[in-house]
């Protein structure tokens, strides 16, 4: 193994851990923590509404204090993918399953993929962008967020019998 193999070994884990810890962070409600992984400049979208934008890590925080309307939520993150720009600049797509419980006891789930762009500084690497985008969710959550891109059929497929 190569000096620079295990470099992006290590960049890569710390990338990822990054992506958890923001999980992590956001079911606990620390939202100064999950802040401290943005940039000061950060800019992010989690939905096309005003009110789901933020520029900048306080107004991130300030955001996302939206989210104490919720009892109890649960992100899970998957599928991480990681595509460095250089030395200190990589995009990363991950999966994201967040579960939601409101204090009535309602409960809404959305699955959705985190479009990020992070940057070294001063040794850490941080969100520098945010984006989210919509694969489905149940009744119980009615955020109008973007779709993820997907793919139209080919030309004159059908589904097939018996598949509902």
Same mark, same amino acid.
């Given at each position: ?22 999980? $992590? ?33 306080a ?13 109890r ?16 600049? $990589? ?36 969100? $520098? ?15 109008p ?20």
């Open positions: 193994m190569t000096e620079d193999f295990l470099l992006d070994l290590i960049a890569r884990q710390r990338i990822e851990t990054v992506l958890i810890d923001y999980c $992590a962070h956001l079911d606990r409600m620390d939202l100064a923590a999950l802040g401290a992984l943005f940039t000061t400049d950060c800019r992010v979208i989690y939905g096309d509404s005003p009110a789901l934008q933020s520029e900048g890590r107004a991130l925080e300030e955001s996302l204090a939206r989210m104490w309307r919720w009892q939520t649960a992100h899970h993150l998957s599928n991480v993918r990681i595509r460095f720009q250089g030395d200190a600049t $990589a995009q990363a797509e991950s999966c994201v399953l967040a579960w939601h419980e409101a204090p009535d006891g309602h409960t809404a789930t959305l699955y959705g993929r985190y479009i990020d762009r992070l940057v070294q500084r001063q040794g850490n690497w941080l969100i $520098a962008e945010r984006r989210m985008e919509m694969n489905g969710s149940d009744s119980g959550f009615r955020l967020l973007p779709p993820a891109p997907r793919a139209s059929p080919p030309a004159g497929w059908q589904v097939p019998e018996g598949l509902d």
